[in-house]
Nanobody
Framework: HVQLVESGGGSVQAGGSLRLSCVAS????????MGWFRQAPGKEREGVAIISPGDGSTYYADSVKGRFTISQNNVKKTAYLQMTSLTPEDTAMYYC???????????????????WGQGTQVTVS
């Protein structure tokens, strides 16, 4: 069955870095878009970074551009989110998700995403 398992979250001081990982199984990983979303308490979930299969096109939310980098290893079926210069505003539950298609103009539309992980908490103080 399909699984997306996130790891790498934790508590970090402002200005610090974390790298999140998302290990996928049970579907054709290399043909799917991978996305990282986050949800802070009392806020709606937002798309943070997306990477498409094939050419590896990426999308970043304005709030994380220049600080976060999404990447993936198709052999390991793992997506990563490298986060640097973290601020308290980055505190949230971070989820990875997989979509069969992700047109960049609507890459963060959650309805595109078929599979979701359980999330990993990131706390910045």
């Amino acid at each position: 069955h399909v699984q997306l398992v996130e790891s790498g979250g934790g508590s970090v001081q402002a200005g610090g870095s974390l790298r999140l990982s998302c290990v996928a199984s049970g579907y054709a990983y290399s043909t799917y878009c991978m996305g990282w979303f986050r949800q802070a308490p009392g806020k709606e979930r937002e798309g943070v970074a997306i990477i498409s299969p094939g050419d590896g096109s990426t999308y970043y939310a304005d709030s994380v551009k220049g600080r976060f980098t999404i990447s993936q290893n198709n052999v390991k079926k793992t997506a990563y989110l490298q986060m640097t210069s973290l601020t308290p505003e980055d505190t949230a539950m971070y989820y990875c998700a997989a979509a069969p298609i992700c047109p960049m103009k609507m890459a963060t539309n959650e309805r595109l995403y078929r599979y979701w992980g359980q999330g990993t908490q990131v706390t910045v103080s």
